[in-house]
């Protein structure tokens, strides 16, 4: 059996509406917790019954380098009160690019654009961020 070594998180692609979107720096966010409740059975005192309540997902966090405006410009629809809902995929890519892992995230929409720091006595690249929030996520396919 071949050996299937661990895949490496700066090897990943940004699809929105199956389009692809390159040149994203940094995700974060991917993720999903399970929200459960204690309920204590009388006469039971040897364990708690545990009930799942929901589920919640964290927002989704793209960072890039700041350069074009179609995040801003998608950001600003919202904030305005035009929500365009898109699905995005990220998808982990193997060493020699195959695709790998990925994660479809439903109904994502702006809540929140911003760049990093202006600083003039340093030279780092303005940072664009933009964070999503989603009706859920799951292994894309």
Do not use: C
């Given at each position: 059996?071949?050996?299937?070594?661990?895949?490496?998180?700066?090897?990943?692609?940004?699809?929105?509406?199956?389009?692809?979107?390159?040149?994203?720096?940094?995700?974060?966010?991917?993720?999903?917790?399970?929200?459960?409740?204690?309920?204590?059975?009388?006469?039971?005192?040897?364990?708690?019954?545990?009930?799942?309540?929901q589920v919640?997902?964290?927002?989704?966090?793209?960072?890039?380098?700041?350069?074009?405006?179609?995040?801003?410009t998608w950001a600003?629809?919202?904030?305005?009160?035009?929500?365009?809902?898109?699905?995005?995929?990220?998808?982990?890519?193997?060493?020699?690019?195959?695709?790998?892992?990925?994660?479809?995230?439903?109904?994502?929409?702006?809540?929140?654009?911003?760049?990093?720091?202006?600083?003039?006595?340093?030279?780092?690249?303005?940072?664009?961020?933009?964070?999503?929030?989603?009706?859920?996520?799951?292994?894309?396919?």
């Amino acid at each position: 059996m071949a050996r299937q070594d661990p895949f490496r998180s700066y090897r990943f692609m940004i699809e929105f509406d199956r389009v692809q979107w390159g040149g994203f720096s940094r995700v974060k966010g991917i993720g999903a917790e399970t929200k459960v409740e204690s309920y204590h059975e009388g006469g039971v005192n040897d364990y708690e019954h545990k009930l799942i309540t929901q589920v919640s997902y964290p927002v989704l966090v793209l960072e890039r380098g700041l350069a074009l405006d179609e995040l801003w410009t998608w950001a600003l629809a919202a904030a305005e009160g035009d929500v365009e809902r898109r699905m995005l995929w990220v998808r982990l890519q193997d060493e020699a690019g195959a695709p790998g892992w990925g994660w479809q995230f439903d109904n994502a929409f702006p809540v929140k654009w911003s760049v990093s720091d202006l600083d003039a006595i340093s030279s780092p690249v303005v940072m664009e961020s933009l964070e999503l929030a989603h009706h859920g996520m799951r292994k894309a396919t």
